[in-house]
């Protein structure tokens, strides 16, 4: 068996490091030189991870616009893609034989060494604060803005949310994008005039770290 083991516990990522999680592992997948499709069943395919990853993202918009009935749906969905993808790491185990080259670049996580430091959870994690830098300027289109700020060490994704109402309300804000990075960020779809924006990172385990101050813009 292999010694260096990929980890497939997707339960306490929150839905944030788990889209980012998802989303790596499938471009990591698609045309790997080592890992060519077909792969033998019963490991889906990557045609069957992305049609069950749409169809969880599908559900999960659906909740964050207040569709409470969805709840249910989404996480099921997020189940049935949790072990889809458990699936595809036990056959890239098999198939790396204790190729640690081959488990880097899968897309997957990778179990740290005994004895080696893990700084990314637990009770010795880093803090992250609200990202610096944080700037929203007028987008590329009507209707869009683009956010930028620095990068944050630890994190894996970042969260944008904007509102058109009183800011200091939270009940308010509505989540815009979820991005593993967070330069040159177009936000689309937005209504004309004043918008409120707010950004923060995400790291491992899906713990987010503090909002950004809101800036206030005018979309044209």
């Known amino acids: 068996m292999p010694s260096n083991k990929l980890i497939v516990a997707f339960a306490p990522f929150g839905e944030a490091a788990f889209q980012v999680r998802v989303s790596t592992i499938l471009d990591a997948l698609t045309n790997h030189p080592q890992i060519p499709e077909p792969w033998p069943a019963p490991v889906p395919s990557l045609a069957q991870l992305r049609a069950e990853d749409t169809a969880y993202r599908e559900a999960h918009l659906a909740v964050q616009r207040r569709d409470l009935a969805q709840i249910h749906k989404r996480d099921e969905a997020r189940e049935r893609?949790?072990?889809?993808?458990?699936?595809?790491?036990?056959?890239?185990?098999?198939?790396?034989?204790?190729?640690?080259?081959?488990?880097?670049?899968?897309?997957?996580?990778?179990r740290r060494e005994p004895g080696r430091p893990n700084n990314t959870g637990g009770g010795g994690t880093t803090y992250i604060g609200p990202p610096e830098d944080f700037r929203v300027g007028k987008g590329p289109r009507a209707g869009s803005l683009q956010v930028d700020a620095a990068r944050q060490r630890g994190a894996i994704a970042y969260e944008i949310h904007v509102t058109r109402g009183d800011p200091t309300v939270d009940e308010n804000w509505k989540p815009a994008v979820i991005v593993p990075s967070v330069r040159h960020v177009v936000v689309d779809n937005l209504p004309a005039g004043p918008t409120?924006?707010?950004?923060?990172?995400?790291?491992?385990?899906?713990?987010?770290?503090?909002?950004t101050s809101p800036i206030s813009v005018i979309v044209g």
Not at 90 to 110: I, K, P, R, S, W
Request: hydrophobic fraction near 45%; charge should be positive; charged fraction near 15%.
């Open 81 to 110: 893609l949790s072990r889809s993808l458990q699936r595809v790491a036990a056959y890239v185990e098999l198939l790396a034989d204790g190729n640690v080259g081959m488990l880097q670049t899968c897309g997957f996580e990778m």
């Open 196 to 211: 409120w924006v707010r950004l923060r990172a995400v790291r491992p385990g899906g713990v987010s770290g503090p909002w």
